[in-house]
């Protein structure tokens, strides 16, 4: 071995790169606890209007102090996100002593049941509005299905004058609907055929009536070829 230049020059190499390797493991423990590199700023750049100042500020003073370095991005990112109205919040480093915060907050688009809200993206979020939003009702996880389909819905009876105020999936996933002039419509389980059978009625709706008749008090559309109304009183 000792007269054979090739292996001493990789037991070399291996010897010294073993050596940069321990140079670097140290130096970074050294930097990682070193309370030159001490985090001295936590700052929130976005303004906010619904999630609650002090939440967030008692969330950003966790890592306060730490070493510059060792601070968890994600775990405070993880904690900000699970605050009511916070949808997304980003975290960065900025040297030599200093993170920022960036947060994006719920958007409330409608209430889900009695103690939660929904964003328009169909995601369901805790908080409170005293906002007037529409009401959505449904089996745990269609949130994203009642949202896209309260729009298409409500664009069909934009023409009878009325905002929709109330969206019902059942848990066998019939729809329901209820107006502000309190007109309730049943739809059935189909989505896609219920929307043509809503336009169906919407097309009928000012030939339906005699003038000066108030409007039905409900309307069940579950039939292929037609619907059936229900008068007031």
Do not use: K
């Amino acid at each position: 071995m000792w007269d054979n230049p090739r292996l001493l020059n990789g037991a070399a190499g291996f010897l010294v790169g073993i050596t940069v390797l321990a140079c670097v493991l140290v130096a970074l423990h050294w930097m990682l606890r070193s309370s030159l590199f001490q985090l001295r700023v936590v700052e929130l750049r976005t303004p906010v209007q619904h999630a609650s100042r002090a939440s967030i500020e008692a969330v950003l003073a966790r890592p306060a102090g730490s070493n510059f370095f060792a601070a968890g991005l994600s775990e405070l990112r993880l904690a900000l996100e699970q605050l009511p109205w916070v949808r997304r919040a980003s975290v960065r480093r900025v040297w030599p002593d200093r993170l920022e915060v960036d947060i994006e907050e719920h958007v409330a688009f409608a209430r889900w049941g009695s103690d939660a809200l929904v964003n328009p993206y169909g995601e369901r979020f805790t908080g409170t509005s005293n906002a007037e939003l529409p009401l959505f009702v449904g089996p745990p996880g269609t949130e994203a299905e009642v949202a896209r389909r309260y729009e298409r819905f409500a664009a069909l009876l934009q023409p009878l004058g009325s905002r929709l105020e109330r969206v019902v999936l059942s848990p066998r996933h019939a729809w329901q609907l209820r107006l502000a002039n309190g007109l309730q419509i049943t739809l059935g389980r189909d989505a896609e055929a219920a929307e043509q059978r809503l336009q169906r009625f919407v097309d009928a709706y000012g030939r339906t009536l005699p003038a000066g008749r108030s409007g039905p008090e409900a309307v069940d559309l579950r039939y292929p070829n037609g619907f059936a109304l229900r008068a007031r009183g």
